[in-house]
């Protein structure tokens, strides 16, 4: 009962400390093969704070977008086709996670083959804290475990920054969450700067995506249909005839052929694919 008093408090205090927007950087570690080191990726994440809540998203996609949308608003308005750059380093990780205060209510935010869909979930995780402490970079953390999503993480928390959030779906300690890894390794977030006062972002950068809200059990039907058939829309856009290929002369090609290579490929990296944070979805 007196965790659930301190929790309040620091719920609370933490909205009076974070009344305009602070920015914390993570660099997220990650293995998309368990079989293949080769495959370990790292990227710039951001956990956008706020007196309403929290944004996670990757900085760099979040930068192509910006770039994109800025020539996309400028392709429409001069009637133009001109080409939409990328700028700077591409990121892969292309889902959003958003947190409402106080209830911790999650939005996850993530494209299936051409569908924006908006899964909204409530969790609670069930930490266990250690006495165990230490120092990550420039804070004093102490050390906590939970399971989610089909993987035992262990968690280290400071409440040199009070405010009971973290990385991705992540919180309900008595601190931030500066690190946090699943205990095989192949997941890893660790926090690695932080900015105050910073102009709040729209994460959803294209005005005209407009998510398909659902739950999260539902997603989950989605997500495995999703594993199954990756090129299933495209494949109907193609039969309806929303959709063709043509060659550098603009002549039409074989749409068959064209969506078998794809579908073939597409499978491989599936395939490769096999190691996703959240286990849960690959049952």
Known sequence: MMRKYVL??????????????QRFYYDYQFQTDSTDLETKISELMVLDIDKKGSKYYSEYVFQNDSVMNVQFKKNMSTHSDDPIPMSGKQGVVAYKVLKSYPNFKINHIVSLDMTLYNANQQIKLDWKIFPHKEKIGE????????????????????????????????????????KVEDQSGFHKMELKGIKKNVLERDVLAFKFEKPIGLDYKKYQTVYKNYRRDPMANLKKMAQDGQFYVTDDA??????????????????????????????DLLK
């Open 8 to 21: 309040i408090f620091l719920i609370f205090f933490s909205l009076k400390v974070f009344s305009q927007t």
């Open 139 to 178: 804070w004093n953390v102490q050390k906590a475990e939970t399971n989610f999503a089909g993987r035992k993480w262990i968690a280290w928390f400071s409440t040199e920054i009070p405010i009971q959030d973290g990385p991705y779906k992540f919180y309900g300690l008595p601190g931030l969450i500066v």
């Open 250 to 279: 603009g002549n039409r090609l074989d749409n068959a052929d064209y969506l078998k290579s794809q579908e073939k490929a597409v499978m491989e990296r599936m395939k490769k694919n096999n190691n996703i944070l959240e286990l």
